[in-house]
């Protein structure tokens, strides 16, 4: 257990719907980073917190968005959801935004019918 | 621009046998190169950072610059090592983000 919490497991929804995948960081993790898991598409790096501020923007949609709260947990928020959105969501902490290891969680699978 | 490339999307070995995943990279900077592993159904795990220069389970992976590889290999597979293998890159600073390949998944036959 690498001390990443990742709630729901599994969501399924339907097209047009907005869902919050939610990440609490290991104790002490400053940094809580967002990936996309896809078939095509692999493991893709989404967005990065540090302490409550955005910190890295990658290959995120703008129907997506994140933030971190004041005690480190954060959520990703899919909006108009479509198909294509189906697909693992890990979130992953660290100690600080330098060269740490990433921890990452056990993913919540989104299924979107 | 940041690349990493896993040109195996699977690879079989027998038990015994030895194993080689490889994984070829691009970036201009001065890189930090990972190895994940993913067993069925669990977590990514961190498997080797090169800068360790660790070995973790029997496997070992060198930097190589000159050929921009980092091959992860190991003398004799065992059926445990069954798994997705992910090559991960980020700059050596540690303040771009992790840069996935596509993976290879291992299996290893009895």
């Known amino acids: 257990d690498s001390g990443v919490t990742q709630t729901p497991k599994h969501l399924i929804t339907a097209t047009g719907q907005r869902v919050t995948l939610r990440c609490s960081p290991r104790?002490?993790?400053?940094?809580v980073y967002w990936y996309q898991q896809s078939l095509d598409q692999g493991l893709q790096f989404l967005i990065q917190y540090y302490n409550g501020e955005e910190r890295a923007k990658g290959n995120i949609l703008e129907r997506f968005s994140a933030q971190q709260f004041p005690d480190l947990h954060s959520e990703l928020n899919l909006s108009s959801l479509e198909l294509g959105d189906s697909a693992l969501y890990f979130c992953?902490?660290?100690?600080?935004?330098?060269?740490?290891?990433?921890?990452f969680g056990a993913g919540t699978r989104l299924s979107v019918l | 621009a940041q690349r990493v490339t896993q040109p195996e999307k699977l690879l079989s070995v027998f038990k015994g046998a030895p194993v080689e995943l490889k994984c070829n990279y691009s970036y201009s900077g001065s890189p930090e190169l990972f190895w994940y592993v993913q067993y069925s159904r669990q977590r990514l795990q961190l498997l080797l950072r090169h800068i360790s220069r660790e070995s973790i389970k029997g496997f070992t992976a060198d930097l190589n610059k000159g050929e921009t590889s980092f091959h992860l290999k190991k003398p004799f597979a065992q059926e445990e090592d069954s798994a997705m293998y992910y090559c991960a890159l980020r700059d050596y600073s540690g303040n771009t983000p992790l840069v996935f390949g596509k993976g290879t998944r291992l299996s290893v036959i009895a």
């Open positions: 992953a902490s660290s100690l600080s935004q330098g060269p740490d290891i990433q921890y």
């Open positions: 104790s002490g993790d400053l940094s």
